[in-house]
């Protein structure tokens, strides 16, 4: 909030305060309850935070930026249905259980979750921005959603949705104002193959494929079928792959604890200090980061240095968070 706030007097110090909007972005794990779209709520944890940034938002009238992504919605329900769902292809629909309205396809339902929670706290006036949201156009083996097909669905879909301006249930009448995520493919980008495979265009500048936004290409592209991968099970544990290297195992330390979990255990003192390996640091910092960040299979990637088990690696008072599914 600080930082918000510093900005703000910037501008308004040259007088673009009213003009340049000031706000952060969010992801759909601020919210603790978004199923039924209706029970959408935030993390009781943030509230603080969130009053105080909300209060900020309504009073420059700056819009509540969220990135909502029904592909790892799709990848944490890998069922035909689901993916129509999420596409924007013709299904039966969801019936929101606390209202009644019915909801065609996944990204109104995460909107309007977050809408619900801004309401719950009485900032219902507040303007939905959605940031990010895209499908990534290949990934990795293992991981189930990602295809050129997919993605020109997705995309294609979700802006004939937008021209539509038909809103969503508890938004209707108005388009919300939607950034796709990306132009371009990120080659560098560490995790899953699909997290470097988001963008409409390659990072050869060639085009991934067409949704109708090049000045060359049709108007309004037609929808696509969807692709169903096989669903994948899960286990309970996160842990290195054999024959890893510590340089990279030492990267996954780095990047885990650096997202903010707990990593006070494996430094000297801590229950999982002992053995003083990379390799026994990087499986308990891999494996909170895996059940952190929602226990999805992508969670549990590290650039295919790790793997899910269904042995408990825990031992003597070093415990590991966790179990089957």
Known sequence: MPAIRNVQTALSSVKLGGKVKVTTVHSMAVLAQSDPPSSGSFNP?????????????????????VNPYPFFAYQSDPRPETLTFCLFQPNSGRVDSGNGKLYTNMFDAQVDAVHSALSAMSYEDIEIVVAETGWPSSGDNNEVG????????????LITHLRSLVGTPLI???????????????????GPGSERAFGLFKTDLSMSYDIGLAKSSQQNPPSTSPVT????????WCVPKAGVSDAQLQNNIDYACSQGIDCGPILPGGACFEPNTVASHAAFVMN??????????????FTQTAKLTSQNPSYNACNYAGGST
């Open 229 to 236: 991968p096989a669903p994948i099970t899960s286990a309970g």
């Open 172 to 190: 209707p009448g108005k388009s919300v104002d939607t950034y796709i995520f990306a132009l371009y493919d990120e080659d560098l980008k560490p």
């Open 288 to 301: 909170l980061y895996y059940q952190t960040f929602g226990r999805n299979q992508w969670n549990c990637d």
């Open 146 to 157: 990602p295809s050129v097909e997919n993605a020109k669905a997705y995309n294609g879909n």
């Open 45 to 65: 944890a943030l509230r603080n935070t969130l009053n105080q940034l909300l209060a900020f938002l309504k009073d420059n009238k700056s819009p509540f930026t």
